[in-house]
């Protein structure tokens, strides 16, 4: 496997992906924004159609918070020269970096110092997962802002408060936090036996195309049941009130332990920059959330 | 016809201008955010740029040096307004700052500020950096850029510079301590029908 064309792809789509958002997201903006009719949240979608269409077309980052670059690597057991993957994701990062370019945001705990290339400690953050009899590799990229992992948390909740406890929580986190979080939100739910699991299934759902739904008859109900009622707050566009407050609501689950109930929440903003593509052993790739993007 | 505010601006300008109005503004508008409220409030140390009048944008900018050492403006898009609640009214009162742009609503101590000293809080919308970008006609100069890209006092000339969403007008409405208020009587109710359909634990 070619390394340095494995980085040079990783890196360009990176940088893309800063740039333009990716097809379910822009298709949904545009539903959300014929269905609005409040004329403030309306002229709001109106500056966010035309940043799109000047970051597109003067090339450049659509929204200066570039995050911190999370990738989620779906990895065939097959693929040759896995062991090479985590260092050529980092290089990536710091090459999109300057060529993108993206905002210097990795700020090292302890030390209070940002050295400006976006990698650092355990920075990008890179999460497994081993694909059984395949060759190939799936890379997901999210770039994380920092207005939308602030509303982020997670909680156990004990089974008497049940999933009706989750359904609080959901709505007290966004409208404490979510307004600030550049809504129209996709909203990301991880429930499980623990919060960490729970915390990263939150995530995990956020990278789920939109439309998608969870594969529990219950589960999917309970994403339409919150994805109704969210819009239903009527939070709009920036916080600004309007007919809606969300892009989707996602829910990943792992099976729990009998005493507990965890839930984790992450949004994503409606600049949601997040990425997919596969690419084979021979490194020919296909981009899954752009489609018809060159690199 | 859209209103438009020039800097300098004056106590007058804003008396008309209420919450939920769109406007635009022309003029100097300077990027201040987390640690230089944090240096003139705690630190008592002076701000290099003279404020009365002008607009600060709480907004951390992708910036782009050019050959000829001056700057371009690549990408400028608001943070969370919130964070700078502590400082704000302070700052406001020390500084004579008349529009504060970010993103999200503030809280008490911005309200009394633009009430008592005159001055606006509004929302340029999250996300929109290019388009913000594209509003700035030059960076004029750069101050206390040992905080580093995000957090260094860009000046930047400004033209159309909008649209400005009225979050906090000069007599002290809050449009956002509104909206909550509206979301979380909905909320109560709308838990209250979803928890029925959800009771999976029986
Ligand atoms: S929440 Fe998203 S769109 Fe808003 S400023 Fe942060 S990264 Fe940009």
Same mark, same amino acid.
């Given at each position: 496997m070619d390394i340095e064309r494995f980085t040079d792809i990783i890196a360009r789509f990176l940088a893309v992906s800063g740039k333009i958002l990716p097809d379910d997201i822009v298709k949904k903006l545009a539903e959300l924004k014929a269905a609005e009719h409040m004329p403030l949240a309306k002229s709001v979608y109106d500056s966010m159609s035309r940043n799109q269409d000047l970051a597109a077309s003067l090339d =450049?980052? $659509?929204?200066? &918070? %570039?995050?911190v670059v999370n990738f989620f690597v779906s990895a065939g057991e097959n693929f040759p020269g896995l062991g090479k993957i985590a260092g050529a994701l980092r290089e990536a990062v710091v090459r999109a970096t300057a060529e993108a370019p993206l905002r210097h945001n990795t700020v090292a705990i302890? &030390?209070?110092?940002? &050295?400006? %290339?976006?990698?650092?400690? =355990?920075?990008p953050f890179v999460h497994w997962d081993i694909v059984p009899g395949s060759d190939k590799v799936k890379v997901e990229t999210y770039m994380a802002g920092g207005g939308c992992s602030l509303p982020g948390r997670a909680i156990t909740l004990m089974p $008497?408060?049940?999933?009706e406890g989750i359904v609080q929580y959901v709505f007290d986190t966004m409208v404490d936090w979510g /307004?600030?979080?550049?809504?129209p939100l996709l909203i990301g739910i991880g429930i499980a036996g623990s919060v960490e699991n729970a915390s990263i299934l939150s995530k995990r759902a956020l990278l789920r195309p939109l439309g998608s739904h969870n594969p529990n008859p219950r589960g999917a109900e309970m994403e339409g049941l919150l994805e109704d009622g969210l819009n239903r707050l009527g939070i709009g566009p920036q916080g600004l009130s309007g007919s809606s407050s969300v892009m989707g609501v996602h829910i990943e689950s792992a099976a729990r332990h009998p005493s507990t109930i965890s839930v984790g929440i992450n949004v994503g903003c409606w600049a949601h920059r997040r990425g997919a593509i596969v690419l084979d052993k021979d490194l020919s790739y296909e981009i899954l959330s752009h489609k018809g993007v060159r690199l | 016809m859209n209103k438009v505010l020039r800097t300098p601006i004056s106590d007058s300008d804003l008396e008309d201008i209420r919450i939920g109005d769109v406007i635009y503004m022309d003029g100097i508008l300077v990027t201040c955010r987390d640690v230089a409220h944090r240096r003139l409030i705690e630190f008592h140390r002076e701000l290099p740029v003279d404020l009365k009048g002008l607009a600060i944008f709480h907004a951390g900018p992708i910036v782009k040096k050019l050959p000829d050492g001056k700057y371009q403006m690549v990408s400028i898009g608001p943070t969370t307004s919130m964070r700078m609640e502590r400082f704000e009214k302070e700052f406001v009162r020390q500084t004579g700052v008349k529009i504060i742009v970010g993103k999200g609503g503030m809280a008490e101590e911005t309200e009394e500020a633009c009430r008592t000293y005159k001055a606006l809080h509004c929302v340029f919308p999250g996300g929109c950096a290019v388009l913000a970008a594209t509003e700035?006609?030059? /960076?004029e100069r750069v101050e206390w850029m040992d905080l580093g890209m995000p957090e260094s006092l860009w000046v930047n000339r400004v033209k159309g510079f909008g649209p400005l969403i009225v979050s906090i007008d000069a007599h002290g409405n809050n449009l956002f301590k509104k909206n909550k208020a509206v979301f979380n009587e909905r909320k109560d109710r709308l838990v209250a029908e979803i928890s029925e359909k959800v009771r999976f634990i029986q």
């Open positions: =450049r980052p $659509s929204c200066q &918070d %570039t995050g302890f &030390d209070e110092k940002n &050295d400006g %290339t976006n990698v650092g400690e =355990r920075a $008497s408060a049940g999933y /307004i600030n979080a550049c809504p | 700035v006609e030059e /960076i």
